[in-house]
Nanobody, 121 residues
Framework: QVQLVESGGGLVQAGGSLRLSCAAS?????MAWFRQAPGKEREFVAR????????YYADSVKGRFTISRDNAKNTVYLEMNRLKPEDTAVYYC?????????????????WGQGTQVTVSS
């Protein structure tokens, strides 16, 4: 069982930046970020494979967000730039011990507790 702990959320003005971190208690192959806004379903944001060479982003964040990982620390990051009010959500870290190429949350076995990101206009 892998435990995930997110950090780095907060309140920021539109156009600002935040960096989320997610520390895993063990090795994982695929790590990803999802988010859930009030009244909406959880949606895929970005994912990264073990080597870091394979990344994939939702169209809504492409060019603004960057996912990366440090395997020595079992940690994945989400650098969020040019934030918009519509980015406001609880951001969840997800991980799996297999290579995952989809964008659905049911593909991931391990989940963090979530961290709130609020972008004011």
């Amino acid at each position: 069982q892998v435990q995930l702990v997110e950090s780095g959320g907060g309140l920021v003005q539109a156009g600002g930046s935040l960096r989320l971190s997610c520390a895993a208690s063990g090795r994982t192959v695929t790590m990803a970020w999802f988010r859930q806004a009030p009244g909406k379903e959880r949606e895929f944001v970005a994912r990264i494979n073990w080597s870091g060479s394979g990344t994939y982003y939702a169209d809504s964040v492409k060019g603004r967000f960057t996912i990366s990982r440090d395997n020595a620390k079992n940690t994945v990051y989400l650098e969020m730039n040019r934030l918009k009010p519509e980015d406001t959500a609880v951001y969840y870290c997800a991980a799996d011990n297999r290579l995952r190429l989809g964008v659905t949350d049911r593909e991931y076995d391990y989940w963090g507790q979530g961290t709130q990101v609020t972008v004011s206009s």
